[in-house]
């Protein structure tokens, strides 16, 4: 949406109500009970889905997915196919259908695919339901950080499996890590 007419439905609506003590986090469900109103969905629906489904499926990992789902060999039930697409078709999913991929995955897909997806960093073992509520992570925040820069150590080639991951994290929080040119990338990744 564009920043001037948020601007102004801001504007208009701190006009119309006159009160000093509106927060943000009020002017922005006001916003988005009159987006939801225009296209005739009930505001409650919004928060309903935002409340039940607080994983974030960012584009990136929607191609990931729908990459790996495509590359599979084996056949897969039509729950398991409509998992997927419950999936690939929402930017937010519920905690139940990502439990459910993961075993999905374990089944059609090789355990460093797995990991890579899962963002397993070795910390909380080698379950990737486990590591589900990485999901619930923006990109710009201290822990998308991570979670971004395991994926990358796993598609780099650097480590293959949970327990590798973290015994390269620890070597650059210990400062032990061996110097190579995509060691040192890394090392810079959670230094800064």
């Known amino acids: 949406m564009d ?18 003590h ?7 469900l ?3 009970k009159r987006v939801s109103h225009s296209f005739h ?11 039940q489904a607080p994983y974030l499926m960012d584009p990136h990992l929607h191609q990931d997915l729908l990459h790996i789902w495509t590359l599979r060999s084996k056949h ?15 930017d937010n999913v519920r905690s139940s259908d990502l439990i459910k991929l993961a075993s999905i ?3 059609i897909s090789d355990p460093k695919t797995v990991y890579e997806f899962f963002a397993m960093d070795g910390y909380q073992g080698e379950d990737p339901k486990k590591y589900i509520d990485l999901f619930r992570y923006e990109a710009e925040e201290a822990r998308g950080k991570h979670v971004r820069a395991v994926r990358q150590l796993y598609r ?6 949970p327990h590798e991951c973290r015994s390269f994290l620890e070597s650059i929080f210990e400062g032990t890590c061996p110097e190579s040119r995509e060691k040192k990338f890394f090392r810079e990744i959670y230094i800064i």
């Open 3 to 20: 920043s001037q007419l948020c601007l102004n439905v801001f504007t208009r609506e701190m006009e119309q109500h006159d009160n000093p």
């Open 30 to 32: 006001r916003l988005l």
């Open 105 to 107: 995955l374990q089944k």
């Open 41 to 51: 969905l009930p505001c409650s629906h919004v928060l309903e889905v935002s409340r």
């Open 156 to 161: 780099s080639g650097l480590v293959q499996t």
């Open 76 to 90: 897969a039930t039509l729950d398991e196919q409509h998992c997927v697409e419950r999936i690939l078709d929402r």
């Open 22 to 28: 509106l927060t943000f986090e009020t002017l922005v």
